[in-house]
């Protein structure tokens, strides 16, 4: 199984981005996906997430500006990114797991940074 994502770059505050994760050696419509963020000296955390339903949900922080999306053709899994702010910049990390069970998957990760 992996996970490549790509997207990352400079951008300045109040631009936008739009992350892609492509999977494969996974049965992709099967899996719950998600993006999470990481920068030095803090934990990971969740930014957004996609059920097999197409279902999204935000963490609060993004609410609004970021939207999460995924194509079941292309087993890739979207995250456009708007009027990003300089406390958005971080490490973001597609994940995958299939609801239930206990293995799961993460790609390496793609760093946005948002500076003028």
């Known amino acids: 199984v992996q996970l490549q994502a790509s997207g990352g770059g400079l951008v300045q505050p109040g631009g936008s981005l739009r992350l892609s994760c492509a999977a494969s050696g996974m049965v992709f419509s099967l899996n719950d996906l998600a993006w999470c963020r990481q920068t030095p000296g803090k934990q990971r955390e969740l930014v957004a997430v996609?059920?097999?339903?197409?279902?999204?949900d935000y963490a609060a922080f993004v609410k609004g500006r970021f939207t999460i999306s995924r194509d079941n053709a292309r087993d890739t899994v979207y995250l456009q990114m708007n009027n990003l702010e300089p406390d958005d910049t971080a490490v973001y990390y597609c994940h995958a797991q299939v609801p239930g069970l206990p293995m799961e998957y993460w790609g390496k990760g793609t760093l946005v940074t948002v500076s003028s």
């Open positions: 996609i059920n097999g339903r197409a279902m999204p």
